[in-house]
């Protein structure tokens, strides 16, 4: 089980996240503003294996229509890691090579193009 609490930098700040919830399959943690909730799960089948790291945040903003008024609005964002129970990919280092390749790959000025749009 990871630390709790788990720790998520945004904008260069560490946001802590205490853990709310767990189970066998999954563990779920919340901001203290309760604005984010952070989770780590995974799930498998008789042939696949899947771990999934998500962020859901949210937030009140103007409302671009009424600017006396304020709208909910919300994103998620989240990594999937698809391998099968056997094989190469199902070592943890194999699959960790593949993950980290794409992971970096987001971690440039990429992700903000590919976010604008661009693919």
Do not use: C, H, W
């Amino acid at each position: 089980m990871f630390a709790d609490p788990a720790v998520v930098m945004i904008n260069a700040v560490n946001i802590n996240f205490p853990r709310i919830g767990s189970d066998s399959r999954s563990s779920t943690y919340q901001s203290s503003d309760g604005l984010r909730t952070f989770s780590i799960s995974g799930s498998s089948t008789k042939n696949r294996s899947r771990s999934v790291l998500r962020l859901d945040s949210r937030k009140l903003e103007t409302d671009p229509f009424v600017l006396s008024m304020t709208r909910p609005t919300s994103m998620s964002a989240y990594l999937v890691v698809d391998t099968p129970v056997d094989g190469f990919y199902s070592v943890p280092a194999n699959a960790q090579l593949e993950t980290t390749g794409i992971v970096n790959f987001a971690n440039s000025a990429n992700l903000l193009r590919i976010l604008a749009g661009e693919r």
